[in-house]
């Protein structure tokens, strides 16, 4: 008889890539202040956090979530459908739709549980998705969540999007599922092609801005902004863990829709709310990048320096054009090696391998608060890393006459 777990027994990828020095998770952080953090006692830089805007380590930000932990309690105990929702948690949906000038907003307590709730939810019988395949793992797994059909295009592939929408049932509720900024890439999706299809096809839009809010767009509003089609997004989806420096998720859009979120959606429902702590530094987060656009800009000029560079060093970090900053090396013994390298020599990057991207890279995220020294460092630590495994062509060092 099969034993359920043996197969947890036989499972030896991850024993196997320790013994070869090339596990990369759940490394264990002694100290962070967010641009460097200590690691088996030595101090690396921090270069694959997505605080993006430096806010995890913002006094004010700590500061708020200490002083509501002091006033409201470690925990809500609850649901937000329940005796989960403080005042602070009412004011965070508030302010949020608010911001993204939606009509309505609604908290979860995670990004993760906001993209499977919404669409196990919203996408019933009749109704069908049509998800870029390099979606989030939190939207393919609504999608296997949802009653409904799924279809899903190659990544950007805009011909395969209306070949889809052309041939599905013209009477069956239509939902585009995309990321804004794609986090492992750094690419955008293709919003202005997109809105047009749906507008083609009387389709409605779903970006998961988890990583485009804070980043993008005049005032960080996201991936609409950034392409001046804000109002065409229908349904905005965020999390806490990126610019907003906590842990949650929010979707903002109709008001009907999001009322029906509220009543509907499982992990709303049935899961606690976030706690008090994170709601509070969500709200100062929120507050300090409507007040401090200087912080999106920073975050933008380290980026683009590092692209630059890189890329005249030899490095290919294509097809990105956002903070996000993949070094792509397309083989996967040789990105482990690189990673590995990267690791001795100081810098805490994260190697990412197929099927989770086409190729194998190294991705690295750079953040507002990293100073030009930080950059100079890490910028000296790619070159000696990339020539030394081979990643990038070694130039002799010009001679003196
Ligand atoms: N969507 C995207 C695009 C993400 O990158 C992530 C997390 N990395 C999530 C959703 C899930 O968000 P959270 O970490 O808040 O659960």
Known sequence: M???????????????????????????????????????????????????????????????????????????????????????????????????????????????????????????????????????????????????DCKRFRHNNMDDLERLLASADPDSGKLIVVDGMYSMEGDL???????????????????????????LGEGGRGTGEHFGLHDEVDLQMLTFSKSLASIGGCIAGPKEVINWLKHKSRPLVFSASMTPGAAAAALKSLEIIEQEPERRARLWDISERLHRELRGMGFDTAPSVTPVLPIVIGDQTLCLSFWRRLTDAGMFASPVVRPAVEKELVRTVFTATHTDEQVDRSLDIFQRCGREMGVIPYKKPSTRV
Not at 189 to 215: C, M, Q, S, T, W
């Open 2 to 148: 099969a034993d359920i777990f043996e197969k947890c027994v036989n499972w030896k990828d991850a024993d196997l890539a320790k013994l070869a020095g090339h596990y990369a998770y759940y490394r264990v952080i002694q100290e962070t202040d967010g641009t460097e953090v200590v690691i088996d006692g030595k101090r690396v830089i921090m270069a694959c956090s997505n605080n993006y805007l430096g806010l995890a380590n913002d006094p004010r930000v700590k500061e708020a979530a200490a002083e509501a932990s002091r006033r409201w309690g470690a925990s809500t105990c609850g649901s937000r459908v329940l005796n989960g929702t403080t005042e602070l948690h009412d004011e965070l949906d508030h302010r949020l739709a608010k911001y993204l000038g939606r009509e309505a907003a609604v908290t979860y307590s995670t990004g993760f549980g906001t993209n499977v709730g919404v669409l196990s939810s919203l996408i019933l019988r009749k109704d069908t998705i049509f998800a870029d395949r390099m979606v989030h793992a939190s939207l393919v797994e609504g999608i296997q969540a949802a009653l409904g």
């Open 189 to 215: 999706a293709n919003l202005p092609k997109i809105v047009e299809l749906k507008k083609k096809y009387n389709a409605r839009l779903f970006v998961d801005d988890a990583h485009g809010f804070g980043v």
